[in-house]
């Protein structure tokens, strides 16, 4: 079992919006301003997409937007474009012994 | 540019001991500020964050993990090596290095991944 929550499935049709939520604890996401959110590929390495909750490292569409509220996460797509399907893994600081904590993971289809 | 490869054995068996490499270019733990971290990833599984290496050899482990991992560094080969005992069934995953900033909490560049198999 994961320590962040995430729902196992998204989908929206291209063009639409949608939310990838990630859900901890206050020991985690509640706690810290450190959420980043990875995007991989089948068969392929994780990417950096967003990070510190709504920072985009260069090279990363402003399609993909980040925030957080309480002990929740969410990662935005905007726009959906069939290249943004893909599983969706949000991680989170978990303090200085547990350092870094995923979550599940969340497959989004674009319809 | 950073790049980082994964190496070690495809396969092991029960109870073995499980090595692997990192081998990165692109930085160096000589000049300060960067880490090398561990994750794994069973098929059709969620990542999970194993251990991390600073450049001033501060270590940190998975809690979980902690009793069989072990992060070393050789700073003139630019190696990371992870040890990980006591192999069963369910540490059968595909095993990642990466690489962050001191003061950075998300990993920027990552290894292509090695897929471990443990089986008798």
């Known amino acids: 079992q994961s320590a962040l929550t995430q729902p196992p499935s998204a989908s929206g049709s291209p063009g639409q919006s949608v939310t990838i939520s990630c859900t901890g604890t206050?020991?985690?996401?509640?706690?810290?301003?450190?959420v980043s959110w990875y995007q991989q590929y089948p068969g392929k390495a994780p990417k950096i997409m967003i990070y510190?909750?709504?920072k985009r490292p260069s090279g990363v569409p402003d399609r993909f937007s980040g925030s957080k509220s309480g002990n929740t996460a969410s990662l935005t797509v905007s726009g959906l474009q069939a290249e943004d399907e893909a599983d969706y893994y949000c991680s989170s600081y978990a303090g200085s012994n547990n350092l870094e904590v995923f979550g599940g993971g969340t497959k989004l289809t674009v319809l | 540019q950073i790049t980082l490869k994964e190496s070690g054995p495809t396969l092991v068996k029960p109870t073995q001991t499980l090595t692997l490499t990192c081998t990165f270019s692109g930085f160096s733990f000589s000049t300060g500020g960067v880490g090398v971290g561990w994750i794994r990833q069973p098929p059709g599984k969620a990542l999970e964050w194993l251990a991390l290496?600073?450049?001033?050899?501060?270590?940190r482990y998975s809690p979980s993990l902690k009793s069989r991992l072990t992060i070393t560094k050789d700073t003139s080969k630019n190696q990371v090596v992870l040890t990980m005992t006591n192999m069963d069934l369910v540490d059968t995953a595909t095993y990642y290095c990466a690489h962050r900033y001191d003061f950075d909490y998300y990993f920027d560049s990552w290894g292509q991944g090695t897929l471990v198999t443990v089986s008798s």
């Open positions: 206050s020991s985690d996401v509640g706690g810290y301003n450190y």
């Open positions: 510190e909750v709504s």
């Open positions: 290496i600073f450049w001033n050899d501060d270590k």
